[in-house]
């Protein structure tokens, strides 16, 4: 058994081939090694129920010139952006895969009865990989480049990626040669490895939009543990939509990946005491510039769905109001555009390996801040939570003098308290908890409406003035479509806002259920 850990880096299709010495020069190997060039023909097998991938675990025979090779492998949790596995290896003298050469009685027996007898073929894959083995950083990797494609019955998918994998010497390796090439490569960093897409090919599934998942906190989790899982959740929710994206465009994918992102920055504001001021600030700076990027998107998919197509019902004799929705349309496209296009920066490649490099080497936390580190969970999420919520309160107290910029404010304090809350509610469960989500979530409801407002008029002015130099619509009609529109958002306003003090009183008096 080995232990065989990995970076997977996705290289888009529309891109030549990397040459050798583009990857060698930013890896600084001097002289060049010679790679070595080898055809790779791989077979997965599983149980109809796919049992072997419920568990995690892959199982192949490799073919590589007139060597058989069987290979199954098991997943070792734990290292964020890794693919990490024990490997089970054997060589074969046929086809089918052999329960004999699986070196682990234990994993054998477990195997052997309800599984091995049911096994058949899934997929396949065809590979050219061409690797070199050389130091770099204190440790030796293998980096392979590897083309090719998978096949399951009559569908294809190409394969485009390099793998950097540790031979010895430490991870942090496997990061910082992902970096260096970034410099010269563009790539995305992959999550999925062969036999995860082998499988969702055999299955005819498409990425899926993943809504956020809450993370089981345990009371003997500490501060630190915690904030590590929640974080990696962020992430995984990130990579989720962002394969759903790349697949579809969907609107609703773009939506919840703006949201890890949003959740991601409103824990580690929260927990900003615990993280390193240089790691800190580097997260900080790369999600706002993602935020930035499909902030218009969400922005457009918002106005055009909840502002202008509720309204074409209630003016049907408007010709110029369809003319101006269809500019609307067209810039929603073009933000869609703008936001998928961003995941091939390799900024966001970048952004994904600050925290995955931090997260793996612990380099992420505060010099002198031990003791708030390993500190109960519970008590720094309840210490968290009651920080978040006196600062809602005290502005929100005194709603009734509140300014629409404050008005925006306080929206914003109860966004970032909802956020931490379902962070940590794991730890506090029952009624009070659900209860005061669901107010603190009506509150944040009743003031998104000011929101919805200030975001339509910025877009209305912006479309206005495209569907003016396109000479779309009369600029006459232009000035009054925006004043129809303003006059729709002021009177959502108007009505939510007459529900201000109902619901902020409601939430107010809401048990604080962290001081259970």
Not at 83 to 95: M, P
Not at 112 to 141: C, K, M, Q, V, Y
Not at 295 to 312: H, I, K, S
């Amino acid at each position: 058994m080995t232990i065989e850990t990995e970076l997977k880096l996705q290289l888009p299709l529309e891109h030549g081939d990397p040459g050798s010495n583009a990857i060698l020069d930013r890896l600084q190997s001097r002289p060049h090694p010679r790679g070595s060039t080898r055809r790779l023909k791989s077979t997965y097998f599983d149980t109809p129920e796919c049992d072997l991938a419920n568990r995690g675990m892959a199982l192949r025979v490799r073919e590589s010139g007139n060597r058989l090779t069987q290979t199954l492998k098991a997943p070792v949790p734990g290292r964020s952006g890794l693919q990490v596995f024990r490997e089970y290896e054997a060589e074969l003298s046929g086809r089918q895969p052999s329960i004999l050469k699986i070196g682990n009685r234990t994993l054998a027996a477990a195997l052997r009865r309800e599984i091995w007898p049911r096994l058949r073929p899934l997929f396949e894959t065809d590979i050219e990989r061409t690797a070199w083995r050389l130091p770099f950083r204190g440790s030796e990797i293998e980096v392979a480049l590897d083309r090719g494609c998978i096949r399951a019955g009559d569908r294809e998918e190409p394969v485009r990626e390099l793998e950097i994998e540790l031979k010895s010497g430490p991870r942090s390796a496997l990061y910082a040669a992902a970096e260096e090439l970034l410099e010269a490569i563009p790539f995305r960093v992959g999550h999925n490895t062969k036999a995860a897409r082998g499988y969702a090919l055999a299955a005819g599934e498409n990425a899926q939009v993943q809504k956020a998942t809450v993370v089981d906190l345990r009371g003997a989790n500490t501060a630190a543990d915690a904030l590590e899982r929640i974080v990696a959740e962020c992430l995984a929710q990130m990579q989720a939509n962002e394969a759903a994206i790349l697949a579809s465009g969907d609107k609703e994918a773009i939506h919840q990946f703006r949201v890890a992102l949003r959740r991601l920055r409103a824990v580690i504001g929260a927990c900003r005491d615990l993280i390193d001021d240089a790691i800190y600030a580097t997260w900080a700076i790369d999600l706002r510039w993602a935020l930035r990027s499909f902030g218009p998107a969400r922005d457009y998919d918002v106005f055009v769905t909840e502002t202008l197509d509720q309204m074409l019902p209630h003016i049907p004799d408007e010709p110029h109001l369809a003319q101006f929705v269809n500019a609307a349309q067209a810039a929603r496209a073009k933000a869609r555009r703008g936001a998928i296009l961003s995941l091939d920066n390799p900024r966001y490649a970048a952004m994904q390996l600050h925290f995955y490099r931090a997260l793996d080497s612990g380099s992420w936390r505060r010099g002198g801040a031990g003791g708030t580190l390993r500190r109960s969970v519970r008590a720094f999420a309840a210490s968290k939570l009651r920080e978040r919520y006196k600062r809602l309160r005290r502005l929100g107290d005194r709603w009734q003098e509140l300014s629409v910029p404050e008005l925006h404010r306080l929206r914003i304090q109860a966004k970032k308290l909802r956020y931490v809350t379902t962070a940590f509610s794991s730890l506090f469960k029952g009624k009070p908890a659900r209860r005061f989500g669901e107010r603190l979530g009506g509150l944040q409801d009743c003031l998104g409406v000011l929101n919805d407002g200030y975001v339509g008029a910025q877009l209305a002015r912006e479309i206005a003035e495209i569907a003016a130099t396109n000479e779309a619509v009369p600029v006459a009609e232009l000035q009054r479509i925006r004043g129809l529109i303003e006059g729709w958002h002021a009177r959502a306003i108007h009505d939510r806002l007459g529900q201000l003090e109902q619901v902020w009183t409601e939430f107010a008096k809401a048990e604080r259920f962290w001081r259970a």
